[in-house]
């Protein structure tokens, strides 16, 4: 595919202009560019030719022979110029930012899978992605029941605890006391005083998560809810601020881990996860026994959460 240049009688709206820019790069294109520039344009073609003017607000208007909304429509609802959303359908080596992303996804009512595809194949961060969590099934709920009295939970790669049994609720501190906000295993390992002592090795393990957190983030930064969980620790604990400029990364879990329960001491436990999610989602996380004294002291615990 060649190159496009923009002419002074060519060239898109100041509108289309600050928003995607047109290479004028000599260098030959890599095949796959060319392929998800297709994929795109092909994309954002069919989710404007499913929609009707009247699902816009748009008059109908006479002799319409284009299926669904037109061309200059689209680019009306997203204020953006006419020739440049031309040239995105069709394909050309044209740059988008997230912003034009934004507008055209609202201007095609797209719903959420949608919106991740089109940021997706732009190789874009949607400035404003999708609150919607995962919802721990009731199947999954039922096995974390089945498994006691092995602590088990399921967590996101934010470390936010979406669900629990009742052992893991006991495993650290009581963590039904815990706000549903704060229910997050690095907020409350660098703010909360029982669950710091638990950790018996404890600067090891906030090394650790801090290096997994940020390896995995590395792709979520720029997202709101991302950003939150850093900036809440930076303002509330020097300790993680320290490690947090350090700027390691890892991606590793401890085998063994050691914590000091209050109720019945020692536990030394075997760490085994399953991811529930593609891309590093939700994971299910089990603490199984190492020794008889442990699995012995589990099931205390499970009569005390009980």
């Known amino acids: 595919m060649g190159t496009v240049t923009a002419s002074a009688e060519s060239a898109p709206t100041a509108a289309a202009t600050a928003a995607g820019a047109v290479s004028a790069s000599a260098e030959p294109e890599a095949p796959h560019l060319a392929e998800r520039r297709r994929e795109l344009a092909d994309f954002v073609r069919s989710r404007r030719e499913r929609l009707t003017p009247e699902q816009v607000g748009l008059p109908r208007g006479r002799r319409r022979r284009t299926p669904g909304l037109r061309r ?3 680019a009306q609802l997203a204020s953006v110029g006419v020739s440049w959303y031309t040239w995105l359908e069709q394909a050309r080596e044209i740059t988008v930012s997230a ?3 934004d507008a055209i996804a609202r201007a095609l009512r797209l719903d ?3 919106r991740v595809h089109l940021f997706g194949l732009a190789g874009a961060v949607d400035p404003t992605p999708s609150k919607v969590a995962f919802r721990v099934p009731p199947s999954l709920q039922a096995l974390l029941r089945q498994v006691e009295p092995f602590p088990a939970s399921i967590q996101n790669c934010r470390y ?3 669900h629990y049994n009742r052992t893991f609720a006991r495993l650290f501190n009581d963590l039904d006391a815990i706000a549903p906000r704060d229910r997050n295993c690095m ?5 909360d005083p029982d669950w710091g002592r638990a950790l018996v090795d404890r600067s090891e393990t906030l ?4 290096a997994n957190f940020r390896r995995a983030g590395a792709g979520h930064f720029e997202e709101p809810h991302w950003r939150e969980l850093p900036d809440r620790l930076l303002a509330a604990s020097p300790e993680f601020r320290e490690i947090w400029g350090r700027r390691n990364v890892a991606d590793k879990v401890r085998e063994i881990k050691i914590f000091r329960n209050r109720e019945v001491g020692m536990l030394r436990l075997h760490t085994d996860r399953m991811w529930l999610q593609p891309g590093g989602g939700s994971r299910l996380t089990v603490f199984s026994p190492v020794d ?3 699995a012995e002291k589990l099931e205390r615990l499970q009569a005390i959460a009980g």
């Open 187 to 191: 907020w409350l390992a660098f703010t």
């Open 99 to 101: 912003q034009v992303l």
């Open 112 to 114: 959420a899978s949608e």
């Open 160 to 162: 936010d605890l979406l």
């Open 72 to 74: 200059e429509e689209v």
């Open 292 to 294: 008889d004294d442990t």
């Open 207 to 210: 090394e650790l998560m801090v």
